[in-house]
């Protein structure tokens, strides 16, 4: 079982800049990959960057350059910086943690926060 619960979320201007953490807890050794997806209202849900357990990155090309994704073994926290932010980015921003393991894989979320860019 894993519980995630993100947080820092929150208003900003264009051009700001905004950290968001996600604290995993629970039985968290066999996570294979976790990343952050958004959602804004009438929109899929989608990707925006991922982070594999040797460390290896993605980011949907929209991003690039302006979020980097991050953790903190020690903590059990990912995090997201969101620099430049533009109004598109406005959007509920969830924690995912996945497992590969068979035969019961695993996918985990969190609860979402919310981020607002506007002026």
């Known amino acids: 079982q894993v519980q995630l619960v993100e947080s820092g979320g929150g208003l900003v201007q264009p051009g700001g800049s905004l950290r968001l953490s996600c604290a995993a807890s629970?039985?968290?050794?066999?996570?294979?990959?976790m990343g952050w997806y958004r959602q804004a209202p009438g929109k899929q849900r989608e990707l925006v960057a991922t982070?594999?357990?040797?460390?290896?990155?993605n980011y949907r090309d929209s991003v690039k350059g302006r979020f980097t994704i991050s953790r903190d073994n020690a903590k059990n926290t990912l995090y997201l910086q969101m620099n430049s932010l533009k109004p598109e980015d406005t959007a509920v921003y969830y924690c995912?943690?996945?497992?590969?393991?068979?035969?019961?894989?695993?996918?985990?979320w969190g609860q979402g926060t919310q981020v607002t860019v506007s002026s």
């Open positions: 995912n943690a996945r497992s590969f393991d068979y035969p019961v894989p695993a996918d985990y």
């Open positions: 982070i594999t357990r040797g460390g290896t990155t």
């Open positions: 629970g039985i968290i050794f066999n996570i294979n990959i």
